[in-house]
Nanobody, 123 residues
């Protein structure tokens, strides 16, 4: 009964910005931790960012620190990923994830997943 829907992906040039959005719905949704992951063909899905809704603490993989910002609008059940200074290596399908536990993890132990949105960065 919980659905996550990502939007905001697209084709951009290196150095451009995108803001990904994830809309969460469902009466059973708690979403104590929200995360973003990304995956390219032939590679493992990797952690990008996460946010703890209780304390607002954020976590990022090293490759995006200083460029990406995760945030939430709890009243609207939305989570965002502001992506600045995009690089070709950021090209991937980006997935929104939600975790009921209040413990932040950077592995795949999330309870709900979106369908993904494609981000393509050209050089």
């Amino acid at each position: 009964q919980v659905e996550l829907v990502e939007s905001g992906g697209g084709l951009v040039q290196a150095g451009d910005s995108l803001r990904l959005s994830c809309a969460a719905s469902g009466r059973t949704f708690s979403g104590n931790v929200m995360g973003w992951f990304r995956q390219v063909p032939g590679k493992e899905r990797e952690f990008v960012a996460a946010i703890s809704r209780t304390g607002g603490r954020t976590y990022y993989t090293d490759s995006v620190k200083g460029r990406f910002t995760i945030s939430t609008d709890n009243a609207k059940n939305m989570v965002y990923l502001q992506m600045n200074s995009l690089k070709p290596e950021d090209t991937a399908v980006y997935y929104c994830a939600a975790r009921n536990s209040m413990v932040v993890v950077i592995t795949q132990e999330y309870d709900y997943w979106g369908q993904g949105t494609q981000v393509t960065v050209s050089s």
